[in-house]
Each structure stands twice: as structure tokens, then as C-alpha cells.
């Protein structure tokens, strides 16, 4: 039997250790080719959203159709407080929100917004209208008064005077409603004695409960305190 030499030990683990570098060479390949691909992959979209982005920055402004601001938007000339003003808007804004948004005239209050409480309560040719349930557009050539345009002359009209000598308010919310009905009362039949009074003025409502000095305060301007 022929026996093995000396040498060969040393050769046969000199070949172990190039399989296992080469094993390990080939790994080191794969992971890296497999991370470049993976990060080209990744990016690529990044780099194209950067090259979109930089072209539309210096795509000229007159390219970009711009919406029109004013879509659906008609002329409506309001009469308000003996001033005309005209405005536009769409046919569906309530008289509430033109008085509001659109002219700043805050004294008419936004409450339920369902024509409940009297907080936005105005005149439309006299007679007292929740202007939350009507269309401004419907009111062209109408005489619109608002709690501004009460006072004349500088001096306050009776039932102002009246509401704050009798205190007939606490937060204050519903007191521009309440004022301009009690106003619009005194032209109405209602009877002479506080039930009539309230029963007028039912369709405003006071959450903190000055309904008392409410009554006193319309009674008194009309002459039956």
C-alpha cells in the first residue's frame, strides 16, 4: 500500500482555504451586486419625480391654465342700509353670508343657521326675514336693513336705548336679532300685555334665559310700562 506523502496534508488544505475564499469572494459579489440593484431600483424613481419637478420649475408661467376665480359667480346690487352695493357671488349664498363674508357686516349673527333662533335676523322692506333662509340674488331692489342701520343721527334707535337701560342682554349673541325684531314688532299687531309681547317675539331665543328684561324693554318703548 502506498502511503501518503508529507506534502499532501499541506496541499489538500491549501485547497480547502481558496474553495472557501472563493466561496466567500462569490457571496460577497452576490450581496453587493443585489444591494446596487436594489438601490438603483430605489432611487431611479426619486431621480425622475427630481427631473419632472425640474423641468416644470422652469416651464414658463403662461403654460399653467389657472382656474377662473369667479365660476358661477353672477352680478347681484344689494340695497343695504340705503347704500347699493354690488358684489359677486354665487346664486346660492344666503343673505346672511353676503351681509357676513362679503360686505363685513357682522352685526347680523350667524346661530343655527336652520331658521331657528333669530340670531340673523334683518328687514326686507320693513318686515322682519331670518336671513339665513334666503338668497341674497332674491333681494335685488329690496330695502335691507341691518342692526348698523338703526341709529341715525348718531343716536341710538328707542329699542337700542331701551335694551340697554332695561339690561336686556347677557353674552350679547342673539341681541342684534332680538333688537331688530322688537323692532319690526312695533309696526305689527301684537297685543299690549307681556304674553302678546312674548308670543311676537318667540322666534328669537335668548340661551341665557333675559327674556324678562327683554319684554320690559319692548314694553317700555311702546308706552306700557
Known amino acids: 500500500m502506498k502511503e501518503d506523502s508529507p506534502d499532501e496534508p499541506a496541499k489538500t488544505g ?26 438603483a431600483t430605489t432611487a431611479a424613481p426619486l431621480l ?12 414658463p408661467t403662461t403654460d399653467v ?26 346664486p346660492r349664498v344666503t343673505l346672511l353670508d353676503a351681509l357676513r363674508e362679503h360686505l363685513g357686516l357682522f352685526g347680523t349673527k350667524k346661530g343655527c343657521d336652520h331658521g331657528q333662533c333669530g340670531a340673523c335676523t334683518v ?22 336693513t341691518t342692526v348698523e342701520g338703526l341709529a341715525k343721527n348718531g343716536e341710538l334707535h328707542p329699542i337700542q336705548a331701551a335694551f340697554l337701560e332695561h339690561d336686556a342682554f347677557q353674552c350679547g349673541y342673539c341681541t342684534s336679532g332680538q333688537i331688530m325684531s322688537a323692532v319690526a314688532l312695533l309696526k305689527e299687531p301684537c297685543g ?5 309681547i312674548r308670543e311676537c317675539m318667540s322666534g328669537n331665543i335668548c340661551r341665557c334665559g333675559a327674556y324678562t328684561n327683554i319684554v320690559a324693554a319692548v314694553r317700555s318703548v311702546r308706552g306700557t310700562a
Not at 425622475?48 to 416651464?59: C, I, P
Request: with cysteine; charged share 20%.
Open 14 to 39: 491549501k485547497s480547502d482555504s481558496n474553495s472557501n475564499s472563493a466561496s466567500q469572494l462569490s457571496r460577497r459579489t452576490f450581496l453587493g451586486n443585489i444591494a446596487t440593484v436594489g438601490i
Open 123 to 144: 328687514h326686507v322692506n320693513g318686515r322682519r326675514v331670518n336671513s339665513c333662509l334666503t338668497f341674497a340674488i332674491m333681494h335685488q331692489g329690496d330695502e335691507i
Open 48 to 59: 425622475q419625480v427630481g427631473e419632472l419637478d425640474a423641468q416644470q420649475v422652469h416651464q
Open 192 to 196: 299690549k300685555d307681556d304674553d302678546a
Open 65 to 90: 391654465a389657472e382656474a377662473p376665480t369667479s365660476a358661477g359667480s353672477v352680478q347681484v346690487a344689494l340695497k343695504i342700509n340705503g347704500q347699493t352695493k354690488n358684489l359677486q357671488i354665487e
